[in-house]
């Protein structure tokens, strides 16, 4: 009887053949030397080799494929643990938590200005007992998890490793990444809660503490994909969130900590937009000038901190609520771009998301156009197929040296934090996005559906709708749990996160307990509050 083979050795087996549908055979790299046109000075060198303008590592894609991460949460716990067992059913790689508005700025779901918004973005988390209830019967041991989260990213970590713990999990194996990107809220987003240094404070204190308790944890997703929602260009994108690495990794080194014990735990998460070749070459520009940065002006040692790791998304903002069809189209050129220009894990959008959250058909469609580029386009067969294409090595240059340019420009106003607490960097943006909406407006810039090859009728389709019966009984369990947990442990909690937030001492230790101890996310943002007050932005004229 002959042995069965798993879908993953299969799959593997086929990616080993390496040929195209023809029987023409792939050579596992291509170089300017094996097509006879190497020349030294102008060689591009290899993948996984500095500055790593051909990828991070030198097999790529023929040695694993990108993880395939589907960014979902809505409602209540449960209904997203649903959703979640169910595509990681259907083949998904790794989790992605999308939380609600009230989670990501430190509000429990009864506060008054929570009212309406609770589970409507994302999925309510108010404590412990919604973080277990999230990964039930989910072994974190043996799944990646990204949670996009920033001014409550040391609450919701602390909850993660508090689920891990009660599992039974070996958190030296935990693996997987908290956004933790602050600076970007106060540029782009606008889900901040502290002023810049006390929360900058935060970054470097979850930078410090996974670097001992979770080894394997990416401890912060540097985003330029928020910077380019907001309507930025490519070069603006990859300048920015350059910058505002720049500026963690100095606060880390000014924190004490030493840049090759957290370099190697930094990584990236970029837009993937229309345009294939200026987003593959964006991709590349953005590698290459990181190695650069890291080597050059950090002087970092091990090689790993050169390393430009990202999680790429479809962008969102180009989806249109006309003709949503046509969005299954640009998603997949927006993925194939990512992949192209080397990506490390990647979520698809759903073709609903103009209208509203995704419908579990819509979500299916975006997992399996990625599974479709995977197995079906050819394109992980070959390291690094779009290297020596004229056009994107010249996109490539001028997108490394139009970001350099805006990096000085951004070192000549005194740094990041002085350059966003200027509002330059918020300024350049809105200049950005107001050009391209004058474009559309002219038709300059063609939206299919929305400016031109407008549908004489628009056909709906099904749609998701959040029951108001779920932020009802969010509050009630909330209020069962505030009734029912010991409150002088509580108490202590409190007291010694407040005690610790006035000195320089670690904060989470003092979270990790507080939330065993069921606090609040709101309770404990709360306490923070008090310590370090709350940022208020100033209006730039």
């Given at each position: 009887?002959?042995?069965?083979?798993?879908?993953?050795?299969?799959?593997?087996?086929?990616?080993?053949?390496?040929t195209t549908p023809s029987g023409l055979p792939l050579e596992r790299l291509y170089t300017e030397?094996?097509?006879?046109?190497?020349?030294?000075?102008?060689?591009?060198?290899?993948?996984?080799?500095?500055?790593?303008?051909?990828?991070?590592?030198?097999?790529?894609?023929?040695?694993?494929?990108?993880?395939?991460?589907?960014?979902?949460?809505?409602?209540?716990?449960?209904?997203?643990?649903?959703?979640?067992?169910?595509?990681?059913?259907?083949?998904?790689?790794?989790?992605?938590?999308?939380?609600?508005?009230?989670?990501?700025?430190?509000?429990?779901?009864?506060?008054?200005?929570?009212?309406?918004?609770?589970?409507?973005?994302?999925?309510?988390?108010?404590?412990?007992?919604?973080?277990?209830?999230?990964?039930?019967?989910?072994?974190?041991?043996?799944?990646?998890?990204?949670?996009?989260?920033?001014?409550?990213?040391?609450?919701?970590?602390?909850?993660?490793?508090?689920?891990?713990?009660?599992?039974?999990?070996?958190?030296?194996?935990?693996?997987?990444?908290?956004?933790?990107?602050?600076?970007?809220?106060?540029?782009?987003?606008?889900?901040?809660?502290?002023?810049?240094?006390?929360?900058?404070?935060?970054?470097?204190?979850?930078?410090?503490?996974?670097?001992?308790?979770?080894?394997?944890?990416?401890?912060?997703?540097?985003?330029?994909?928020?910077?380019?929602?907001?309507?930025?260009?490519?070069?603006?994108?990859?300048?920015?969130?350059?910058?505002?690495?720049?500026?963690?990794?100095?606060?880390?080194?000014?924190?004490?900590?030493?840049?090759?014990?957290?370099?190697?735990?930094?990584?990236?998460?970029?837009?993937?937009?229309?345009?294939?070749?200026?987003?593959?070459?964006?991709?590349?520009?953005?590698?290459?000038?990181?190695?650069?940065?890291?080597?050059?002006?950090?002087?970092?040692?091990?090689?790993?901190?050169?390393?430009?790791?990202?999680?790429?998304?479809?962008?969102?903002?180009?989806?249109?609520?006309?003709?949503?069809?046509?969005?299954?189209?640009?998603?997949?050129?927006?993925?194939?771009?990512?992949?192209?220009?080397?990506?490390?894990?990647?979520?698809?959008?759903?073709?609903?998301?103009?209208?509203?959250?995704?419908?579990?058909?819509?979500?299916?469609?975006?997992?399996?156009?990625?599974?479709?580029?995977?197995?079906?386009?050819?394109?992980?067969?070959?390291?690094?197929?779009?290297?020596?294409?004229?056009?994107?090595?010249?996109?490539?240059?001028?997108?490394?040296?139009?970001?350099?340019?805006?990096?000085?420009?951004?070192?000549?106003?005194?740094?990041?934090?002085?350059?966003?607490?200027?509002?330059?960097?918020?300024?350049?943006?809105?200049?950005?996005?107001?050009?391209?909406?004058?474009?559309?407006?002219?038709?300059?810039?063609?939206?299919?559906?929305?400016?031109?090859?407008?549908?004489?009728?628009?056909?709906?389709?099904?749609?998701?709708?959040?029951?108001?019966?779920?932020?009802?009984?969010?509050?009630?369990?909330?209020?069962?749990?505030?009734?029912?947990?010991?409150?002088?442990?509580?108490?202590?909690?409190?007291?010694?996160?407040?005690?610790?937030?006035?000195?320089?001492?670690?904060?989470?230790?003092?979270?990790?307990?507080?939330?065993?101890?069921?606090?609040?996310?709101?309770?404990?943002?709360?306490?923070?509050?008090?310590?370090?007050?709350?940022?208020?932005?100033?209006?730039?004229?």
């Open positions: 009887m002959s042995e069965t083979k798993s879908p993953l050795t299969e799959a593997k087996e086929r990616r080993d053949r390496f030397e094996s097509l006879g046109r190497w020349d030294p000075e102008e060689a591009l060198g290899y993948p996984g080799e500095f500055p790593y303008t051909r990828g991070i590592y030198p097999s790529m894609y023929r040695g694993r494929l990108w993880t395939i991460r589907q960014y979902a949460g809505f409602g209540s716990a449960a209904e997203s643990n649903q959703r979640y067992r169910y595509l990681l059913s259907k083949g998904q790689s790794g989790l992605s938590v999308a939380f609600d508005l009230p989670t990501q700025i430190g509000m429990d779901s009864d506060h008054a200005l929570a009212l309406g918004e609770v589970g409507k973005v994302g999925v309510a988390i108010d404590s412990l007992e919604d973080m277990e209830r999230l990964f039930d019967g989910i072994p974190l041991e043996k799944v990646s998890t990204s949670m996009t989260i920033n001014a409550t990213a040391a609450i919701l970590l602390s909850l993660y490793v508090a689920v891990a713990k009660k599992q039974g999990a070996n958190l030296a194996k935990l693996s997987g990444t908290v956004q933790n990107d602050i600076l970007k809220e106060y540029i782009a987003r606008g889900t901040y809660i502290y002023p810049v240094r006390p929360a900058m404070r935060i970054v470097t204190d979850i930078f410090a503490w996974c670097r001992d308790s979770l080894p394997k944890w990416n401890t912060i997703s540097i985003s330029g994909y928020h910077i380019r929602e907001a309507g930025s260009t490519a070069v603006q994108e990859v300048a920015f969130t350059l910058a505002d690495a720049i500026a963690y990794v100095q606060a880390a080194l000014d924190a004490g900590l030493d840049v090759d014990h957290f370099a190697p735990q930094l990584s990236f998460f970029f837009n993937a937009h229309n345009d294939l070749l200026e987003e593959i070459a964006k991709y590349r520009a953005a590698r290459r000038l990181w190695a650069r940065l890291m080597r050059e002006r950090f002087h970092a040692r091990d090689a790993r901190s050169l390393l430009l790791r990202f999680h790429a998304q479809t962008a969102g903002s180009s989806l249109t609520a006309q003709q949503p069809e046509n969005n299954i189209v640009r998603v997949a050129i927006q993925a194939l771009a990512a992949v192209l220009g080397g990506c490390q894990s990647l979520h698809t959008n759903s073709l609903d998301e103009a209208l509203a959250l995704p419908t579990e058909d819509a979500a299916l469609i975006a997992l399996r156009t990625q599974q479709i580029i995977a197995n079906e386009t050819g394109v992980a067969n070959t390291i690094d197929p779009v290297a020596g294409s004229y056009a994107i090595e010249h996109l490539t240059n001028e997108i490394e040296s139009g970001a350099l340019a805006y990096i000085e420009k951004i070192d000549s106003l005194g740094g990041m934090l002085l350059a966003i607490e200027s509002g330059f960097v918020q300024t350049e943006i809105q200049k950005a996005a107001y050009e391209y909406q004058r474009a559309v407006e002219t038709k300059e810039q063609v939206v299919v559906g929305v400016n031109d090859f407008i549908a004489e009728e628009e056909r709906g389709i099904p749609t998701l709708r959040i029951d108001p019966q779920i932020e009802r009984e969010q509050i009630q369990r909330l209020q069962a749990l505030r009734a029912k947990r010991d409150a002088n442990k509580v108490k202590v909690a409190m007291a010694e996160l407040e005690r610790r937030a006035a000195t320089k001492e670690n904060l989470l230790p003092a979270i990790l307990t507080a939330v065993e101890g069921y606090c609040t996310v709101g309770e404990i943002s709360d306490t923070l509050r008090r310590a370090f007050g709350e940022y208020q932005e100033s209006v730039v004229i």
